[in-house]
């Protein structure tokens, strides 16, 4: 199979969707399935891959860390990408990808896919305050409705996402394929030397989160709920890692709550070194979003050995609600910061879960999910394209 790829996002953009791109592509190249991704350029530099061409983008108006693909460029590549005899094109976000991917697929006459990434409905109002929640859930929901209904068939990452598409009206397939972890990435690391590096103690209880620091992945909550744990563990600290639009006003926020002795934000991290040496001197994971539609980095956590703290909102609930490597509190505060205090404070229980946490991260390796995708390909090229898609 040869497949087309086209995305709005990708590496050196580090989020979720860039990772599960990657993650799929290696492991479809391993199975044999060969795959061309059409992706913005970026202004800083960024590694040559085989098989990705860039797409001259501009600057995007309240989001600059993205950048938005020209439609020319993409419809000068067609005589290229008709010689190149592509089976089905893949779309991976729903902007410019989607409208020019569908456009592609039709002038290609090849089925066409698209994964579900993000859920708008809870996400939309933190990037445009100034319009009504209620008016953009609702176009939230129209929007994505309407390009589902669009595609031969929709994967999404979570049998929460498959729900709330279903309960929008999408009527097309949905196949829940999540994103996989490529185990041999997420092994070794020096965690004594990451703890030196910041000045955490050998024996202090260290929290972690790692992700893009964006307001809808609700760090605030862990700031709140570790300031209410430290009553109990003052001892303990809480590393940010990350970068994203909400970190000025999390930095605010841990000096309001006078923990800037105790928060460490340590930016991006290198996911080859530094990344899995701060994973290794954690004690816990600690996650609150209620927008995830998967929730990837608690399998990258839990890889590592590190037990997870979450709570089971969306795409989540399909990783920590087994419970195994995990405490589940409830959505608040309170619980939240009695969960932290219990982890910090149980030592056997941390290595009872850790021990769980690398068990079921095995069961969601990469090349297991792979094969589903793959499956998936093969499905809907055999099928061909639904009329008027």
């Known amino acids: 199979m040869n497949i087309l790829m086209i995305s709005d996002v990708y590496f050196p953009r580090v989020n979720g969707v860039s990772t599960s791109i990657q993650t799929f592509r290696r492991e479809l190249g391993a199975l044999g399935c060969t795959s061309t991704l059409l992706a913005p350029d970026y202004p800083a530099g960024y590694p040559v891959?085989?098989?990705?061409e860039r797409i001259r983008s501009r600057f995007v108006l309240l989001d600059p860390e993205d950048r938005m693909m020209k439609s020319a460029p993409i419809r000068a590549l067609t005589p290229w990408l008709t010689n190149e005899r592509f089976d089905l094109v893949h779309i991976q976000t729903?902007?410019?990808a989607h409208y020019r991917g569908t456009e592609l697929a039709r002038r290609?006459?090849?089925?066409?896919?698209?994964?579900y990434h993000t859920f708008f409905e809870e996400y939309l109002f933190h990037y445009v305050p100034f319009l009504p929640r209620e008016w953009l859930r609702a176009a939230a929901r129209r929007f994505s409705r309407t390009q589902g209904n669009s595609v031969d068939a929709l994967v999404v990452p979570s049998s929460a996402m498959r729900d709330v598409l279903t309960a929008y009206g999408v009527t097309v397939?949905?196949?829940v394929i999540p994103t996989g972890i490529p185990l041999a990435q997420f092994s070794g690391g020096d965690g004594e030397a990451f703890r030196h590096r910041l000045g955490v103690p050998p024996g202090a209880p260290l929290l972690l989160f790692v992700g893009r620091v964006a307001h809808e992945k609700n760090i605030g909550f862990l700031l709140r709920a570790f300031r209410r744990a430290l009553d109990r563990t003052p001892e303990a600290h809480f590393v940010i890692a990350g970068e994203g639009p909400a970190l000025a006003t999390l930095r605010r926020d841990a000096?309001?709550?006078?923990l800037t002795a105790q928060v460490h934000f340590v930016g991006y991290l290198d996911r080859g070194g530094a990344l899995l040496d701060?994973?290794?001197?954690?004690?816990?994971?600690?996650f609150a979003s209620r927008t995830e539609?998967?929730?990837?980095?608690?399998?990258?956590?839990?890889?590592?050995?590190?037990?997870v703290i979450s709570t089971a909102v969306m795409g989540t609930r399909d990783i920590v609600g087994p419970g195994r490597g995990a405490l589940v509190p409830r959505d608040d505060e309170v619980a939240f910061a009695e969960s932290m205090v219990k982890m910090m404070g149980d030592k056997a229980l941390r290595d009872r879960l850790a021990v769980e946490a690398v068990a079921f991260a095995h069961e969601w390796r990469a090349e297991r999910l792979t094969r589903r995708m793959a499956a998936l390909y093969a499905e809907v090229i055999r099928a061909g394209r639904r009329p008027n898609s």
Request: charged share 15%; with cysteine; net charge negative.
């Open 255 to 258: 000096r309001e709550l006078d």
């Open 173 to 175: 397939p949905l196949h």
């Open 293 to 307: 539609t998967q929730g990837l980095v608690l399998l990258e956590a839990m890889a590592m050995g590190v037990p």
């Open 108 to 115: 290609l006459a090849v089925p066409c896919i698209e994964t």
């Open 278 to 286: 701060c994973y290794r001197a954690a004690d816990a994971f600690v």
């Open 49 to 52: 891959e085989t098989g990705i």
């Open 94 to 96: 729903p902007f410019v």
